[in-house]
């Protein structure tokens, strides 16, 4: 019986404790105000890229040419 209350208590624990906070959403507008800045500034933004295939592509990309 002590095994499963212990059991019991130490999920519910971990279930509260499991989930990261939320993030702000100052934060966040300041995530998305970097990126943007990061955007126009970049080195290659007047660069048009063209997918070249495949149309279905499964795994990771291990080369840009």
């Known amino acids: 019986m002590k095994c499963k209350l212990l059991l019991g208590a130490l999920c519910g624990v971990m279930t509260l ?3 990261p906070e939320a993030t702000s959403s100052k934060k ?3 995530g998305i105000a970097r990126k943007e800045k990061m955007g126009a500034e970049s080195i290659v933004k007047n ?3 063209k997918n070249i295939g495949p149309t279905v592509m499964s795994g990771r990309v291990v080369d840009i040419d």
């Open 28 to 30: 966040v507008m300041e």
């Open 17 to 19: 404790y499991s989930q």
């Open 47 to 49: 660069i048009p890229f």
